[in-house]
C-alpha cells in the first residue's frame, strides 16, 4: 500500500468518511520519496525509539516503524485512529496514542522507551502550532537525541539563523541553546494533499546532552532573551530596561558595555553564549 499515493489517501479517507481538517493542520505527504528521506536522516541509531506527532494516515509512520526498533505515535484527530490500525496493523513495534500532544504526558508516556535506549523526534508538524509543540518538547527537560520536524519554510529560516541575521528571532536563541539546528532540505507545497500555501522545509536538531552554555539562572536568560527581541528597534540598554525595571538604564548600560558590547547594540546580534553573560550579570545585579 502505498500511503502517499494520492488516489490511495482519498480512497481511505472515502472508506473512512474522513475529510482533511484544517483545524488539525492536515496536509498529507503525497512523496514517497520525501517521506523515505525524512525517516533516512531523522536519526543515526536504528535502536532508538521515535516519537511521531501527527502520523496523519500513517506514511511516514510505516518508514519509521521499518527503520527504528520502537515507534511510537501521538494523533489528535480520533477519526484517524481507525484508519491507523488498518494502515500499520502490520507493525507491532508502533503504538498509537490518540492524544493532543500539548496536552499529553510525554514523560510517563516515553519514560518506558528512555529505559530501553535513545529516544528521537519525528515529525510533518500541523503548522498552526508549530512554535509551542517544539517549546513543549524542548522545555520537557527529556533527553532527546534529535527533534526533525517538517515546518514551514519561512520558520525554519528563522530557527536556522545564525546570530546578527535579519531572520534571527528570540526562538533562534533559545533552540540554539538546546541544541544545534540544520535545515536538511526544502519541500515545496506540491508535495501535499491539501497542497498548503506555503513551501515547507526539513529541520533537525541535534540536542546538547551537555548544554555548554550554562546561564545562572535560566529564567533571567529567557527574560533577558525575550526582551532584546520584543524590543528589536530598540538598542539593548533601551529594549533590556523595559523589562528590567529594578535596574537602573545606566546600569543596564554599564553591564553591556562590561559584557564587551557598544551601547547602541541591538539584541539580534547576540549569540547564546553573549545573552548567557550579559543575563549572568542582571541576575547578579537583581541579587544585590
Ligand atoms: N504525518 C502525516 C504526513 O506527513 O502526511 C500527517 C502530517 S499533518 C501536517 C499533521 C498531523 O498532526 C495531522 O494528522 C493532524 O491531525 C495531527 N495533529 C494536529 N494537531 C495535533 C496535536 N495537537 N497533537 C497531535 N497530533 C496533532
Redesign the pocket.
Known amino acids: 500500500m502505498n ?2 499515493d494520492i488516489k490511495t489517501i482519498k480512497q481511505i479517507m472515502a472508506m473512512f468518511s474522513l475529510n482533511f ?1 484544517k ?8 512523496n514517497h520519496t520525501v ?1 523515505e528521506d ?1 525517516a533516512d536522516n531523522c536519526c543515526d541509531n536504528a535502536h532508538s525509539t521515535i516519537l ?10 510505516r518508514e519509521l516503524a521499518e527503520r527504528y526498533e520502537n515507534v511510537v505515535a ?4 480520533k477519526g ?1 485512529i481507525p484508519v491507523l490500525k488498518y494502515t500499520l496493523g502490520e507493525y507491532r513495534n508502533v503504538t498509537v496514542i490518540n ?6 504526558d510525554l514523560d510517563a508516556i516515553l519514560a518506558p522507551y528512555f529505559e530501553k535506549g535513545p529516544v528521537s523526534v519525528c ?7 508549530t512554535t509551542p ?1 517544539l517549546m513543549k518538547l524542548l522545555e520537557s527537560g527529556l533527553p532527546f537525541e534529535n527533534i526533525t520536524i ?1 515546518i514551514q519554510s519561512e520558520v525554519a529560516d528563522r530557527l536556522c539563523a545564525p546570530p546578527g541575521g535579519k531572520d534571527c528571532g528570540a526562538i533562534t536563541a533559545v533552540l540554539n541553546y538546546y541544541g544545534s539546528p540544520e535545515k536538511l532540505f526544502k519541500v515545496s507545497a506540491g508535495n ?1 494533499i491539501p497542497a ?1 500555501k506555503v513551501d515547507s522545509s526539513v529541520v533537525r536538531i541535534r540536542l546538547y546532552p551537555e548544554k555548554p552554555v550554562k546561564p545562572l539562572d535560566e529564567a533571567t536568560f529567557f527574560k533577558t532573551i525575550r526582551a532584546a527581541f520584543e524590543q528589536r528597534r530598540k538598542t539593548l540598554p533601551n529594549a533590556l530596561s523595559a523589562v528590567f525595571s529594578d535596574i537602573s538604564k545606566e546600569d543596564i548600560t554599564e553591564i553591556i558595555v562590561s559584557c564587551g558590547h557598544e551601547p547602541t547594540i541591538r539584541g539580534e546580534k547576540l549569540s547564546v553564549e553573549d545573552f548567557a553573560k550579559l543575563s549572568d550579570e542582571l541576575y547578579k545585579r537583581t541579587m544585590k
Open positions: 500511503l502517499c481538517r483545524e488539525f493542520g492536515q496536509n498529507f505527504l503525497t517521506v525524512i511521531e506527532i501527527g502520523p496523519g494516515i500513517g506514511s511516514l509512520t501521538l494523533e489528535i484527530d484517524l492524544e493532543d500532544v500539548m496536552k499529553a515529525a510533518n508538524l500541523p503548522y498552526y502550532i509543540i517538517m501535499f498548503p
